[in-house]
């Protein structure tokens, strides 16, 4: 059997002759994803990054697996050992062991090493011109999503430094004629390399165009400057001055004629008998490396042989950034048996200086072998010894602790026979844009690598008889494998300590990092942020405090710059500084979260180097900002709820973008469900009470719509306990709203007896005392409910119709259609059911002609209850339904459970159990998502036993 893969233009495969239907383009993309990891799994999750990227359409899985599914048929209808297995870990693309045989890129790249490898001349130029013919057009065809994308980008360059080579053959060789045209094309693409600019110049002097030649210097330092805030590198100075010059070695004829536009460094003395062994400086591989697989893999691919020869690991101090480098050191020991060359750069070291790139290459040109006498006196030539010596080695080159991407790019060799490997605290974005660099980001580890990796320190059978207290501290360390290790010492160091004690310390934040403490710079997690915090601009030093003061784990974009106080495209800029650094990530697009001891340590920073008045007034700001987007989500949710609560409307003048419409406002609301409580308590933490109020209130229609029910119900409480601390002559009203919010909340759960009723009695006195008739039919429709609830049909039919003469005398002809709606609903419920069905048909008639989605979701599926009542199930049928998409089209999943839960009955009643049975289990499915465990058990009983 014979495979044959292209990726070299459009994506294609073939066995023995005969092409395999790929699919389209979304296919392509799945089968590129398998083949780039070719014989080894590959997660679907990663795969669904690799085919989407980073924001999936919600059927992405599915349609993975679907896509999974086609190429494993059309790859085992074609014949031969290829195809799509599923094996623990992920997906293989199965292709046999000669992989590198079958497809154009490892190919092309076998060929490039080979022509480098060989002596200049016609072979070396044979293979060249063999690697180019593979590619077909630009790589990867017409497939797009950003993983995509970037590994176009890679082997483009890739492309283009294959092409600079061959340029300098072509140009040892004296052809240059045959390039110019390429040079000046590839020169529009590339206008900032100066490699290539210097071909382009060295071939226009030797065409007699050394005017021409200058001019291209000129605009490329021009461009240099303008673009890149830099001037051009000594090598393109070097030559533009010998062109100036008209040195004779530039000529095509000069037996010392050479492409490279720098001098040459002086020779390195012969090394004295016997020969100095290969350098071999790594510091030892970390005693245990745990949960770390997934980053050696990545490793182990960003580093195969023929790939671009650098890779970053970055992450977060105290992530294991070098005892990972370290371990793939020394497990690939084998590839390398020229050496390998360590420099801590001390990028980010608590009490040492960073090494600047001057100093390092020094001590790598003495590691490999330069007598200090022999080393150049000019920096610019210590560089070109350097590269001189690398080339055509096989040397790994690991550049620990890195600062910026200019500490670490004279230290790059030019060979692609080396590899590089570099860790750092910051992304070192320039290395990958501009050197090509792969990059390796490492996170904390997981909860099981994280137990693993303490377990293994403390001991099997000491972890075993306190499994919780393990959990406490593997949570408290914040899966960081530095504190973890440092834990574990501490424990190590005091063997009969209960591990609760160490756990029950670690969990006091005020006291956690001085235990995270070893005494050592180096190594205390405290000095490691300190470093971190040191390195920032002071502008984003600040905003990684703010952040840590927030009381949320999560915060939007939004929210961060109304801390901060700052426009959002500035803020915006602040935090990549702050991902960049690690000191915060992207859970999800626009959402910014801290690490769990980074928040600690910032926060310290904080209250040391801001102002209790700074710092209070960047709360105030973010709690502001809560109350005015909340309240504008509210309006949305609600345009015709209460019209106004006592006091002023939120304002400011702020640049907060509020929900626009309803469906904007359940976004806003989804998004920030989990910080409003905490933004509440804030509130009330500052003294801010009418605001921790009002976000309890402007939250209420949302959960009343979504539940859990405890969430409803606890900021109801909360509502009433900020409107208790009150003291302002609205606080009366604001607590007897309050009280009817709390009862209503109590009831949704189905609460009778005398807490709900003590709330409504409590807020209709005070709205029968200021006369507020809207507040007081409000009530009424609440204790309407709670009759209702205890079988008081009297009661609850006149709470029905009090509530709704009080809408008719204020002429509020929305409410008026939900309190007739209502008190139909109570009617059938009591066995009126005509008359019922009569009220709820004209509430559902205002409804529509008014406008009121939800409201006409209410009126259908009271007119499916009266219905049903009145043994009219397959009206009831058609009711119900109409009620679940209208109540799942306005996000009121409470409601939907309820509406699916009578839609059971009326199938039951019609013997159709398995519509039944459908309805019942979505009904549970919801129920189970908003806590209402009465309703599971119920729906659950109903499931086993219909009847």
């Not at 199965?94 to 154009?104: F, K, L, N, Q, S």
């Not at 230290?411 to 320039?430: E, F, K, N, Q």
């Not at 048909?841 to 499916?864: I, K, P, Q, T, Y």
Request: glycine letters at 8%; aromatic letters at 4%; proline letters at 6%.
């Amino acid at each position: 059997m014979t495979l044959e893969i292209s990726v070299l233009g459009d994506i294609a495969a073939r066995i023995d002759g005969r092409p395999v239907d790929l699919g389209h383009v979304r296919r392509q993309s799945v089968f590129l994803g398998l083949l780039a990891d070719a014989n080894r799994p590959v997660t679907a999750d990663r795969l669904i990054d690799r085919v989407w990227g980073q924001r999936p359409p919600g059927g992405a899985r599915s349609s993975l697996y679907s896509y999974v599914s086609r190429l494993r048929s059309a790859l085992g209808a074609s014949g031969g050992d290829v195809g799509v297995e599923r094996r623990p870990g992920g997906y293989v693309l199965t292709v046999g062991p000669d992989v590198c045989a079958a497809i154009d890129l490892c190919r092309f790249r076998d060929l490039v090493t080979r022509a480098r490898a060989s002596p200049s001349g016609g072979p070396a130029l044979a293979l060249y011109e063999d690697a180019f013919r593979l590619w077909r057009a630009d790589a990867l065809g017409a497939l797009d999503s950003p993983w995509i994308n970037e590994t176009r980008e890679q082997l483009r360059l890739e492309r283009f430094r294959a092409e600079l080579d061959r340029n300098d053959l072509l140009l040892r060789q004296g052809r240059q004629a045959a390039l110019l045209g390429d040079l000046i094309a590839l020169a529009e693409r590339h206008p900032l390399d100066e490699r290539l600019i210097g071909q382009l110049m060295l071939t226009l002097y030797r065409e007699g165009r050394a005017a021409q030649a200058l001019e291209r210097f000129e605009s490329t330092r021009k461009a240099l400057g303008e673009e890149m805030g830099t001037d051009p590198g000594t090598e393109l100075r070097d030559l533009h001055l010998r062109i100036l010059n008209s040195d004779p070695a530039l000529d095509a004829s000069s037996p010392a004629a050479a492409p490279v536009p720098s001098p040459r460094p002086r020779p390195v003395p012969a090394a004295a008998p016997p020969a100095m062994p290969p350098p071999g400086q790594l510091p030892p591989p970390p005693p245990l490396l745990t949960g770390r697989e997934e980053g050696l893999a990545a490793l182990d691919a960003a580093l195969r042989p023929g790939a671009v020869p650098v890779t970053v690991i970055c992450g977060l101090g105290g992530v294991g950034k070098t005892s990972l480098a370290l371990r793939w050191a020394h497990d690939n020991l084998d590839r390398f048996p020229d050496g390998q060359l360590y420099v801590n750069l001390h990028g980010f070291s608590p009490s040492t200086r960073a090494t600047t790139p001057q100093t390092a290459v020094h001590d790598l040109l003495t590691a490999l072998g330069v007598d200090q006498k022999a080393v150049p006196a000019s920096t610019d030539a210590q560089f070109g010894l350097y590269r001189t010596l690398l080339a055509r080695q096989r040397i790994l080159i690991l550049l620990d602790n890195a600062r910026d991407a200019e500490q670490v790019r004279p230290l790059i060799p030019g060979s692609s026979s080396c590899a590089v490997v570099v860790t750092s605290r910051d992304r070192l974005s320039g290395l990958v844009a501009t050197e090509g660099a792969r990059s390796v980001t490492l996170d904390p580890l997981t909860s099981a690598a994280a137990r693993a990796l303490f377990t293994a320190r403390v001991g099997e059978r000491r972890a075993a008889r306190e499994p919780d207290a393990v959990e406490t501290i593997v949570a408290a360390g914040g899966r960081l494998p530095l504190a973890l290790t440092i834990t574990a010492a501490h424990a190590m160091g005091a063997p009969h300590l209960p591990l609760a004690e160490l756990a029950s310390e670690l969990r006091e934040t005020a006291t956690r990092l001085d235990l995270l403490d070893t005494g050592d710079a180096g190594t205390s997690l405290r000095s490691v942020f300190d470093a971190s915090y040191r390195a920032l601009p002071g502008p984003a030093a600040r905003l990684l405090g703010l952040l840590s003061l927030a009381p949320g784990q999560c915060v939007g974009l939004p929210a961060t710059a109304a801390l901060a106080g700052l426009a959002h495209a500035r803020t915006r800029a602040l935090l990549r500084v702050l991902e960049s650094a690690h000191l915060v990530h992207r859970p999800a697009p626009g959402r910014y979260e801290l690490h769990d001891l980074v928040r600690l340590h910032s926060r310290e920073r904080a209250e040391r180097d801001q102002s209790e008045q700074d710092r209070r007034r960047a709360l105030c700001a973010l709690v502001d900002h809560y109350v005015r987007a909340a309240s504008a989500g509210n309006r949305r949710l609600g345009p015709h709820d209460t019209p106004s609560t006592p006091g002023e409307e939120p304002g400011g003048g702020t640049a907060t973008p509020l929900p626009s419409d309803e469906t904007a406002a359940m976004a806003w609301f989804a998004a920030e469900r989990s910080w409003l409580p905490a933004v509440v308590r804030l509130a009330s933490e500052l003294g801010l009470h009418r605001q921790a109020w009002r976000l309890c209130w402007d939250a209420h229609l949302y959960l009343r719509r979504c539940g859990p029910v405890e969430d409803f119900i606890g900021n109801a409480r909360a509502g009433l306990d900020a409107a208790a601390r009150l003291d302002d002559p609205d606080a009366p009203t604001l607590r007897a709203l309050s009280h009817r919010g709390l009862a209503s909340a109590l009831l949704l759960t189905g609460h009778p007896g005398a807490e709900p009723a003590g709330h409504l009695v409590h807020a209709l006195a005070r709205f029968e005392e200021t006369g507020d008739l809207l507040n007081q039919a409000h009530t009424h429709q609440a204790l309407l409910l709670s009759a209702i609830l205890t079988g008081d049909e009297h009661s609850a039919v006149d709470h029905g119709e009090r509530s709704l003469d009080l809408y008719r005398t204020v002429g509020h002809a929305w409410w008026e259609a939900g309190a007739l709606n209502n008190l139909g609903w109570c009617l059938a419920r009591f066995g009126r059911h005509d008359l019922g069905y009569e009220h709820c048909r004209a509430a559902l008639d205002a409804c529509v002609a008014l406008g009121n989605r939800h409201g006409e979701a209410d009126a259908l599926d009271s007119l499916g209850y009266a219905a049903g009542r009145a043994g009219r199930h397959a009206e009831a049928v058609a009711h119900y339904r109409r009620a679940v998409r209208l109540y799942r089209s306005t996000g009121d999943a409470i409601e939907e459970a309820d509406s699916l839960s009578g839609l059971a009955e009326a199938h039951d009643a019609l013997d159709e159990s398995d519509h039944a049975r459908v309805a019942r289990r979505r009904a549970l499915a919801l129920y189970r998502e908003q806590h209402r465990t009465e309703q599971v058990r119920e729906t659950e009983r109903r499931l086993r036993d219909p009847r």
